[in-house]
């Protein structure tokens, strides 16, 4: 019923001028736009938006294969968060659990060519740390995280752990959960780590990453402004630049880092916001619109995780159901709404990346790829009912007339919940649009039946 109403909401856009008080007035503010021109394209993707922040099972092998190659899953980040043996401040043999399933995790990522970024503030144990514990560098004695870093580091080598690692240096220590101690102490373990990793030539290929904070770079916040002092005052800069976005907005944080990397004169290197999205943005709309801003400016993403216990080691970070979502061990795999979304970005947005603009009032906003027989474009409303626009400029680029009629077919990312199944999109039909002056611009509507749905349009290039 929803795809039938779609379909004939779809067929509005010819009538633009003839029912102007059904459609809302297009402006910058509402309309996302494409530049199909041969100058403006951005390279092939890489799907710089398919990580995933733990989501790998205990028994790496229990979700099957095909769920981590069917959306071209390329970044883990692992280190056995919430097991019941709590790390290296519990004794070693909680250390080695958490080890363990940091190792067997690294080599089911492996397996599909992942970069593998590890949490050593997870095998510390700080979930299960508090005030009282002990922290690495307490009263200036730096003993006990000395012979950690040689436990850990070891261990890496031993298990031949080192290709496409990422040390990521210790987890949002600005945040108030993972680091109980001062800015100061966590500088002074920044300098620490980075220099007692650069000094082994064994671990030369292994990247250094952070500060992973929670909060988005601020030239207000002095965790972000003594942080760039330090790295440059002591010649520790990572080999990646890492925050979160939980909430956040790349299209926000991007100007205010390059504040701070000018100020600091910061060389410029790849960023990963290696956890975005919130919980309630997990929808295939918000999956959409995450890619979208990501792959606009080339940044590097995984997907926050919101399960807790086993089952935040489990699902993929909310892309995957299962028969019985209580059943640790259960089988049965099936993708969620989102997971489609993966899915057509990986094996169906082939070509070269377009360059994009978003809706000016941010709500909206599209990924598209010219491939040698269509031209796709991915669009996600972010947790928004309403009515937008894409403008869709030179067209003929592709091939096609200047004027005269584009078909687009729509597909229906449709979602239902984190454990809802989805078995694929749903065909929304082809509606051929008017257009002269090599431009065409189409609504997109997010009606209550379709509120957390995203959208693929594709037209066919010219010959
Ligand atoms: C169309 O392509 C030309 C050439 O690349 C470019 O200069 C122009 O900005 C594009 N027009 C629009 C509206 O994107
Ligand atoms: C960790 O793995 C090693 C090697 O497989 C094994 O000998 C050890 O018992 C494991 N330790 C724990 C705590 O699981
Ligand atoms: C802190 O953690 C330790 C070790 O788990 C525990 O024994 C202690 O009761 C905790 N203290 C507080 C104040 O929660
Ligand atoms: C995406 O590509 C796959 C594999 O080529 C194909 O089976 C599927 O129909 C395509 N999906 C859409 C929505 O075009």
């Not at 307490?138 to 690692?165: E, I, P, R, S, V």
């Not at 504040?259 to 290696?274: D, M, V």
């Not at 065909?427 to 611009?441: F, L, M, S």
Request: charged share 20%; proline share 4%; glycine share 10%.
């Amino acid at each position: 019923m929803a795809s039938k109403l779609l379909s004939l909401l779809a067929a509005l856009p010819i009538c633009i001028n003839a029912a102007p008080n059904l459609l809302p007035r297009q402006d910058s503010g509402n309309t996302a736009t494409v530049d199909l021109s041969v100058g403006a394209r951005r390279g092939a993707p890489q799907n710089l938006a398919s990580g995933v922040l733990y989501g790998i099972p205990d028994d790496p092998t229990q979700i099957p294969d095909n769920f981590y190659s069917d959306m071209g899953y390329n970044y883990a980040r692992i280190g056995g968060a919430q097991l019941a043996e709590g790390g290296w401040s519990e004794g070693i043999d909680a250390y080695y659990a958490r080890f363990n399933n940091t190792r067997d995790n690294y080599i089911q990522a492996r397996k599909f060519g992942a970069k593998v970024i590890v949490l050593p503030h997870d095998i510390w144990g700080t979930d299960h740390a508090n005030d009282s514990t002990v922290w690495p560098g307490d009263n200036g004695d730096w003993t006990n995280y000395d012979q950690y870093l040689d436990q850990l580091l070891g261990d890496l080598k031993a298990n031949d752990m080192l290709d496409g690692l990422v040390y990521d240096t210790w987890n949002e220590p600005d945040g108030g959960y993972f680091w109980k101690r001062s800015q100061a102490q966590y500088l002074d373990l920044w300098s620490r780590t980075y220099q007692r990793i650069r000094q082994d030539s064994d671990l030369s290929g292994v990247w250094i990453s952070g500060p992973s904070y929670a909060g988005t770079p601020n030239t207000g916040n002095d965790w972000w402004t003594n942080w760039a002092a330090r790295i440059v005052a002591d010649n520790t800069i990572p080999d990646q630049y890492t925050w979160h976005d939980e909430p956040g907005d790349v299209a926000v944080d991007i100007p205010q880092w390059q504040s701070i990397q000018s100020q600091y004169s910061l060389p410029n290197k790849e960023i990963n916001i290696n956890e975005y999205a919130t919980f309630d943005q997990q929808i295939s709309a918000g999956a959409a619109w995450w890619i979208s801003r990501l792959e606009r400016y080339n940044l590097r993403g995984l997907r926050g995780n919101w399960l807790s216990g086993w089952q935040l080691r489990d699902f993929l970070a909310s892309l995957l159901t299962k028969t019985d979502t209580n059943d640790y061990t259960g089988t049965g795999y099936a993708g969620n709404g989102e997971y489609n979304v993966y899915k057509y970005y990986y094996n169906n947005m082939t070509g070269e990346r377009a360059t994009t603009t978003s809706t000016g009032d941010g709500v909206m906003d599209v990924y598209a790829t010219v491939g040698t027989d269509k031209a796709r474009v991915l669009t996600g409303v972010l947790n928004q009912q309403g009515t937008w626009f894409i403008t869709l400029n030179n067209l003929s680029a592709l091939g096609l007339s200047t004027s005269g009629v584009l078909n687009i077919q729509t597909w229906g990312f449709d979602d239902a919940g984190h454990f809802g199944a989805v078995a694929g999109p749903s065909d929304r039909g082809v509606y051929g649009h008017q257009y002269d002056g090599d431009t065409v611009t189409f609504p997109v509507y997010q009606t209550s039946q379709d509120e957390n749905t995203a959208w693929g349009f594709e037209f066919a290039v010219g010959g």
